[in-house]
């Protein structure tokens, strides 16, 4: 048989894999499979460990902690609600701001627990 003579049916069957070639398939997925298994230890999972102490760390947030912003504003913490935290700043005078609970990035003098945006 010529591909001059061929009809384009002849020509898609030869392209076509083996009838005999079910076990191929399983094969073409072991490497993807591995792949998702590698990329879930490596990245998803410390991912899921680090946001877990984050969560526990500003759940655990009390009156007269010293904290640190992610912005990078120090102070004490005075009052503490569900989503915020209200901040005196300077030990001086009474200027105290709120700011989101999710923005308390550590205590000071440690490494901060939010880890900085840019990072992974």
């Known amino acids: ?3 001059a003579t061929a009809s384009p ?13 079910g076990a191929n398939v399983w094969v073409q997925l072991v490497p993807f499979a591995l792949i998702l298994g590698i990329f879930y230890f490596i990245i998803l ?5 680090r946001q877990k102490k984050v969560a526990d760390f500003q ?7 010293r904290v640190v ?3 990078g504003i120090y102070g004490s913490i005075v ?3 569900d989503a915020t935290v209200v901040l005196q700043v300077d030990e001086n005078s009474k200027a ?3 700011v989101a609970r999710a923005a308390v990035g550590g205590l000071q003098g440690q ?6 945006s840019g990072s992974l």
Not at 9 to 21: F, K, N, R
Not at 59 to 65: R, W
Not at 111 to 116: A, K, T
């Open 9 to 21: 049916l002849d020509l898609l069957l030869s392209l076509t894999a083996p009838p005999d070639g």
């Open 59 to 65: 759940a655990a947030l009390k009156v007269g902690d």
């Open 96 to 98: 105290r701001i709120k």
């Open 45 to 49: 999972l410390p991912m899921k460990r």
């Open 69 to 71: 912003t992610t912005g």
């Open 79 to 81: 009052k503490l609600d």
């Open 1 to 3: 048989m010529t591909f």
């Open 111 to 116: 490494d901060p627990v939010v880890p900085e």
